[in-house]
């Protein structure tokens, strides 16, 4: 191989989800966190584990429901530093859904590929279905070699160079899963970063996360629409240092021809000229002027002035998930799809209280999503703390009650599985201010 590094044969096995890896002496416990690794490493990082579980549970899903086609699937890791995101789609999926995958794991980094080989040759799926393979080289050129129904993007940084390719690579129907580190760039507190990346502003608030998504896939739908192509949120979650959009991408040039009625402005602290436009467009669901909202929601044809702090966007200004999608989140599915089980000749000598642990790491990574599926057709995410602020009630009122609250009048509203305690709904502002001030203790 002509590089630095331990060989694949000196290497530890670990475990994530149901899979089992090869990876260098102790990386498991040296290699975590945003950083880049260093030549002659194999990127290992177990604070995406949530992400690649819910990549499994997103792939099931798609497969039932019939979005990646009934033939052959062609999926791509293109940026697969340890090739386990792959391995585990392969090993944790069922066995028929399995044989139908092909899935191609590319990097520019040799040694990588090895680990990635050994660990496939050692530890192959269950099942013994699906095929794997490795490509050393450039995913910009390497994604275009054949027609993908399923395209994964996880780069250190920005995925903005690696979009348009991966773009003119997709089948008719098929998804795209993007993530994005570059986080301080797309929540807008490296603004020069977001502007010349993103073209975007974005207000540093509680909401800047959900707002970077949105600037996300702004910017992914602009692309999608040039090559002919739209797009449907499944999935877009903030996790630790990372941003990741999950999405449903079709052909079709009347859809794409729509886009600019998905793209627009959140506003912090409308006016009421603001506000009454906002439910003109169908966005603000409050029922009157006397009570202005937090934030609002415009179209790109409302004027705005760009420099306006209030102003954040373009933006994605339509529901940043699924709702079949979310709601096949659940514990149960999770667990059932990716949790090991205690053996007594398990072969890393896991006993049980480990299994259990791992387990609940896999419980973490669908936390409240199947219950925000209910709402999540709704723009309305609220911030409990900013909510009590705002009205001026002191301590911040809990997202569960809240949401109880409002469900018992009969609205649709579950707890958000966003970064910050949080809830989302489509009851009127009216309503959840009244929900917020009946559950307040009193003072
Ligand atoms: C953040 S890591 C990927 C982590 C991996 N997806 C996972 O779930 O563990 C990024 C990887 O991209 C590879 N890489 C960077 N630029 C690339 C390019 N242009 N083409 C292919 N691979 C690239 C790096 O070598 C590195 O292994």
Not at 113 to 120: D, P, T, V
Not at 250 to 259: D, F, P, V, Y
Request: net charge neutral.
């Amino acid at each position: 191989m002509g590089r630095e590094g331990k060989l694949p044969e000196t290497g530890s096995p670990y475990r994530e989800g149901r899979t089992m890896l090869l990876l260098p002496e102790n990386a498991a416990n040296s290699l975590l966190g945003p950083r880049r690794k260093r030549p002659g490493e194999v990127f290992y990082n177990s604070a995406m584990s949530g992400s690649r579980t819910r990549s499994v549970l997103l792939l099931k899903h798609s497969i039932e429901y019939g979005l990646l086609g009934s033939g052959k699937i062609y999926a791509i890791d293109g940026l697969t530093a340890s090739g386990l995101r792959a391995r585990r789609w392969l090993n944790e999926i069922p066995e028929e859904m399995a044989a139908r995958v092909l899935a191609e794991i590319v990097d520019l980094d040799e040694m990588s590929l090895e680990w990635a080989k050994a660990s496939n040759n050692q530890f192959p799926p269950s099942h013994g279905k699906g095929a794997i393979e490795a490509i050393h080289g450039d995913l910009r050129s390497s994604v275009l070699r054949s027609g993908r129904h399923w395209v994964d993007i996880d780069p250190y940084g920005s995925p903005v160079p690696f979009l348009d390719s991966a773009m003119q690579s997709m089948a008719r129907s098929g998804v795209m899963e993007v993530s994005a580190t570059d986080t301080a760039a797309l929540t807008g507190s490296s603004k020069t970063a977001l502007m010349r990346r993103y073209g975007a502003r974005v207000r540093n608030d509680s909401l800047s996360h959900d707002s970077g998504m949105r600037v996300l896939l702004a910017v992914i739908s602009r692309i999608a629409a040039r090559h002919d192509r739209s797009l449907h949120p499944l999935l877009s979650i903030w996790d630790s240092h990372h941003l990741r959009v999950s999405f449903l991408v079709k052909k079709g040039i009347s859809a794409a021809n729509n886009l600019e009625t998905r793209i627009g402005w959140r506003v912090f602290s409308p006016d009421m000229e603001e506000v009454a436009a906002s439910m003109a467009y169908g966005f603000h669901l409050g029922e009157s002027l006397e009570t202005l909202p937090m934030h609002c929601f415009l179209p790109l044809e409302f004027p705005v002035n760009r420099k306006d702090p209030r102003i954040s966007g373009p933006m994605w200004i339509g529901p940043t998930g699924d709702c079949d999608a979310m709601a096949s989140m659940t514990d149960d599915f999770a667990l059932e799809s990716c949790g090991p089980t205690f053996s007594l000749d398990d072969p890393l000598g896991w006993d049980e209280k480990r299994c259990a642990l791992e387990r609940r790491a896999i419980s973490r990574s669908v936390r409240h999503i199947s219950e925000e599926s209910q709402a999540i057709k709704s723009n309305q995410l609220i911030v409990v703390d900013d909510l009590s602020s705002w009205l001026g009630t002191g301590a911040p009122p809990s997202p569960k009650r809240i949401v109880e609250s409002l469900k018992d009048v009969g609205h649709s509203a579950g707890v958000s599985s966003y970064g910050r305690p949080s809830f989302r709904t489509d009851a009127p502002w009216e309503d959840v201010i009244d929900a917020a001030k009946s559950i307040q203790p009193p003072i």
